[in-house]
């Protein structure tokens, strides 16, 4: 009985523990953003590697939430893309800012990514643009 009792005591420590440190991750697409093209590179990123994203339409220039996991950190490190670690509760209070049917906001959700394409003609005058983006990009050529 004793070795229950701490059991679940240790699993209930654990638990709230692990529900404190929940966080989100915000990339802020307005002026404080240091590299918007990679900002989305980002994102395709994350959708690419099935996590799903929050896009904050009329947010802070239409921000980017997702929930935080060591790897996407790391990603927008590499990329020297700005972002903010901020805890659920702040998340809600952004939700719920948004909700508010007096502001022209709103919410929708990525679960997969876009497919992009890119017209290229015989002569490639385009070749640096898929680059910042850090996108594959198919290149259809027309004759």
């Given at each position: 009985?004793?070795?229950?009792?701490?059991?679940?005591s240790i699993l209930l420590i654990f638990c709230i523990t692990r529900a404190s440190k929940a966080s989100q991750i915000?990339?802020?697409?307005?002026?404080?953003?240091?590299?918007?093209?990679?900002?989305?590179?980002?994102?395709?990123?994350?959708?690419?590697?099935g996590v799903e994203i929050q896009w904050l339409l009329n947010y802070r220039g239409g921000s980017f939430m997702i929930?935080?996991?060591?790897?996407?950190?790391?990603?927008?490190?590499?990329?020297?893309?700005?972002?903010?670690?901020?805890?659920?509760?702040?998340?809600?209070?952004?939700?719920?800012?948004?909700?508010?049917?007096?502001?022209?906001?709103?919410?929708?959700?990525?679960?997969?990514?876009?497919?992009?394409?890119?017209?290229?003609?015989?002569?490639?005058?385009?070749?640096?643009?898929?680059?910042?983006?850090?996108?594959?990009?198919?290149?259809?050529?027309?004759?």
């Amino acid at each position: 009985m004793k070795g229950r009792i701490i059991a679940i005591s240790i699993l209930l420590i654990f638990c709230i523990t692990r529900a404190s440190k929940a966080s989100q991750i915000l990339i802020p697409m307005d002026e404080t953003q240091s590299n918007h093209l990679k900002a989305y590179g980002v994102a395709y990123w994350v959708l690419n590697n099935g996590v799903e994203i929050q896009w904050l339409l009329n947010y802070r220039g239409g921000s980017f939430m997702i929930t935080n996991a060591g790897l996407i950190e790391s990603e927008c490190k590499i990329r020297g893309v700005s972002y903010e670690i901020i805890a659920d509760a702040q998340a809600g209070a952004i939700l719920a800012e948004i909700a508010n049917p007096e502001v022209n906001m709103e919410v929708m959700k990525l679960e997969k990514p876009p497919k992009v394409a890119v017209y290229s003609p015989k002569i490639n005058c385009l070749g640096t643009m898929p680059l910042p983006l850090c996108l594959p990009m198919p290149k259809y050529l027309m004759n």
